[in-house]
């Protein structure tokens, strides 16, 4: 093994989960050289799903969600300052602070931001709020300590229904207004949609679906409502935005780099493409941020908003990064993620949104204890549970081997129902939330002009 590969100057930005457990991995794989840690929030790393339910429910202060060291990474952290730029020729990374920082391998894990209110007055009322860092959990929950009157979610996803679940928890009136036709279809489509949203009625949400937010109203810098797509107004004084995630690549713009909207571009070892399509050796992209092709997803390329996800790729690439080519392995993880809300325990594995049908494999609807398995062109891709998760793991197996859809009944207790249904998969574009899971295809983010040089 090469020496050069275990020494040097490895700079990471992105101090979250992705970052953190890379740098653990680089010192465990036998890195020795420099070390540094980069990321835009003072905090040191810190755990994201409590904060959306144990930081809500008051069981957890939000400065407690720090996540556990594994070990002492020897690295520099520089906190609380913002990457601005990364010069690929001069294999530097820009800081907005001016500071530049050299590298001979990049790792970048800068994960997503919340996505905000499109108007910039309404959204800096009193009461308004998004949810994604810890300071925006730790005021929400202030917030809700003070017993508003009503809180207004909008977008059902999966933040915006772990948000609705604890609310109506701690005894609040909660609306939830949402464009889609039912909760969590973006994540797990519309068959599941109709059962989530039968949950979040049972529990007392006002649930509005086919509606959007027309307005955010408020007196006097404080939120008083809003104004609904179908004429209606609601009255609110705390309104949680919640559409969706917005990547942070932004500050990629001018780096050469496959960077957009949808992430940044890499191949399965996690190395990152360049504008043209080339694979770098010395830029890595792990976690949230990450866009990779996946070969039980017929190779498109997956962004996935998983903290399993973001765990097993920062350890990929990290692997990689200190390791020759033939030593180099590839990120070929099953994704799986989890949510609590409404009294349900929600996993899932695979990408329940490639699939083209979903049938109930055990359990019913009516008991809320169940098993959905999706399928797609006659192969199993996903499966999700509700309340029964110890068969997750058959099904992990199934979607290893790409089964056939839909499954074999020998062996396993028969469901209520065999029959599949389309899983109705909607259109991102006709949801308030965005996917948690997104097949991005193969499509550029920017259109290239081509010259033919002559010679």
Same mark, same amino acid.
């Given at each position: 093994?090469?020496?050069?590969?275990?020494?040097? &100057?490895?700079?990471?930005?992105?101090?979250?989960?992705?970052?953190?457990?890379?740098?653990?991995?680089?010192?465990?794989?036998? +890195?020795?050289?420099?070390?540094?840690?980069?990321?835009?929030?003072?905090?040191?790393?810190?755990?994201?799903?409590?904060?959306?339910?144990?930081?809500?429910?008051? =069981?957890?202060?939000?400065?407690?969600?720090?996540?556990? =060291? =594994? $070990?002492?990474?020897?690295?520099?952290?520089?906190?609380?300052?913002?990457?601005?730029?990364?010069?690929?020729?001069?294999?530097?990374?820009?800081?907005?602070?001016?500071?530049?920082?050299?590298?001979? /391998?990049?790792?970048?894990?800068?994960?997503?931001?919340?996505?905000?209110?499109?108007?910039?007055?309404?959204?800096?009322?009193?009461?308004?709020?998004?949810?994604?860092?810890?300071?925006?959990?730790?005021?929400?929950?202030?917030?809700?300590?003070?017993?508003?009157?009503?809180?207004?979610?909008?977008?059902?996803?999966?933040?915006?229904?772990?948000?609705?679940?604890?609310?109506?928890?701690?005894?609040?009136?909660?609306?939830?207004?949402?464009?889609?036709?039912?909760?969590?279809?973006?994540?797990?489509?519309? #068959?599941?949609?109709?059962?989530?949203?039968?949950?979040?009625?049972?529990?007392?949400?006002? @649930?509005?679906?086919?509606?959007?937010?027309?307005? @955010?109203?408020?007196?006097?810098?404080?939120?008083?409502? #809003?104004?609904?797509?179908?004429?209606?107004?609601?009255?609110?004084?705390?309104?949680?935005?919640?559409?969706?995630?917005? &990547?942070?690549?932004?500050?990629?713009?001018?780096?050469? @780099?496959?960077?957009?909207?949808?992430?940044?571009?890499?191949?399965?070892?996690? &190395?990152?493409?360049?504008?043209?399509?080339?694979?770098?050796?010395?830029? +890595?992209?792990?976690?949230?941020?990450?866009?990779?092709?996946?070969? !039980? +997803?017929?190779?498109?390329?997956?962004?996935?908003?998983?903290?399993?996800?973001?765990?097993?790729?920062?350890?990929?690439?990290?692997?990689?990064?200190?390791?020759?080519?033939?030593?180099? =392995?590839?990120?070929?993880?099953?994704?799986?993620?989890?949510?609590?809300?409404?009294?349900?325990?929600?996993?899932?594995?695979?990408?329940?949104?490639?699939?083209?049908?979903?049938?109930?494999?055990?359990?019913?609807?009516?008991? $809320?204890?169940?098993?959905?398995?999706?399928?797609? $062109?006659? /192969?199993?891709?996903?499966?999700?549970?509700?309340?029964?998760?110890?068969?997750?793991?058959?099904?992990?197996?199934?979607?290893?081997?790409?089964?056939?859809?839909?499954?074999?009944?020998?062996?396993?207790?028969?469901?209520?129902?065999?029959?599949?249904?389309?899983?109705?998969?909607?259109?991102?574009?006709? !949801?308030?939330?965005?996917?948690?899971?997104?097949?991005?295809?193969?499509?550029?983010?920017?259109?290239?002009?081509?010259? &033919?040089?002559?010679?």
């Amino acid at each position: 093994m090469s020496d050069d590969l275990k020494n040097g &100057r490895i700079v990471i930005v992105g101090a979250s989960l992705a970052g953190l457990r890379a740098a653990e991995t680089l010192r465990d794989e036998g +890195f020795t050289g420099e070390l540094t840690v980069v990321g835009e929030e003072r905090l040191p790393p810190y755990d994201r799903p409590p904060l959306s339910k144990q930081v809500l429910l008051g =069981r957890v202060r939000a400065e407690e969600t720090a996540l556990p =060291r =594994r $070990r002492d990474v020897g690295a520099r952290w520089k906190l609380g300052v913002r990457a601005t730029g990364v010069d690929g020729d001069g294999k530097q990374v820009l800081l907005a602070n001016g500071e530049q920082l050299p590298y001979d /391998r990049l790792l970048i894990a800068t994960g997503t931001r919340a996505r905000p209110w499109p108007k910039a007055e309404q959204a800096a009322l009193d009461g308004v709020f998004t949810l994604r860092t810890a300071e925006d959990a730790a005021g929400l929950a202030e917030r809700l300590d003070a017993g508003p009157k009503r809180v207004l979610v909008i977008g059902a996803g999966f933040t915006g229904s772990e948000i609705a679940s604890a609310c109506r928890e701690r005894g609040l009136a909660v609306t939830v207004a949402e464009r889609g036709p039912a909760p969590l279809v973006g994540a797990l489509g519309g #068959a599941f949609g109709a059962l989530a949203a039968k949950v979040q009625l049972a529990h007392g949400v006002d @649930l509005r679906c086919g509606v959007t937010v027309s307005a @955010l109203t408020g007196h006097a810098g404080r939120l008083t409502g #809003a104004e609904l797509s179908d004429g209606t107004r609601i009255e609110a004084d705390v309104a949680v935005v919640a559409l969706g995630a917005v &990547r942070n690549t932004e500050w990629l713009a001018d780096s050469g @780099l496959a960077a957009g909207p949808r992430g940044v571009a890499c191949d399965a070892g996690c &190395r990152a493409f360049n504008m043209y399509g080339i694979v770098t050796d010395d830029v +890595f992209v792990a976690g949230d941020v990450a866009r990779f092709p996946h070969p !039980l +997803f017929e190779y498109q390329l997956l962004s996935l908003e998983h903290w399993g996800n973001a765990v097993a790729q920062a350890e990929v690439a990290a692997h990689n990064m200190v390791s020759p080519g033939p030593q180099r =392995r590839p990120h070929l993880s099953v994704p799986s993620f989890w949510s609590s809300q409404f009294g349900l325990n929600i996993k899932s594995v695979g990408v329940p949104t490639f699939s083209d049908h979903v049938v109930l494999a055990q359990g019913s609807v009516e008991e $809320r204890r169940l098993v959905a398995v999706y399928g797609y $062109r006659g /192969r199993i891709t996903a499966a999700v549970s509700v309340n029964r998760a110890k068969w997750l793991e058959h099904y992990q197996r199934l979607i290893e081997a790409a089964a056939p859809f839909p499954p074999d009944w020998d062996g396993v207790e028969p469901p209520a129902s065999r029959i599949p249904v389309p899983s109705d998969v909607p259109d991102p574009k006709v !949801l308030s939330h965005g996917p948690t899971v997104a097949l991005t295809g193969h499509l550029p983010d920017r259109r290239l002009t081509l010259r &033919r040089w002559g010679g």
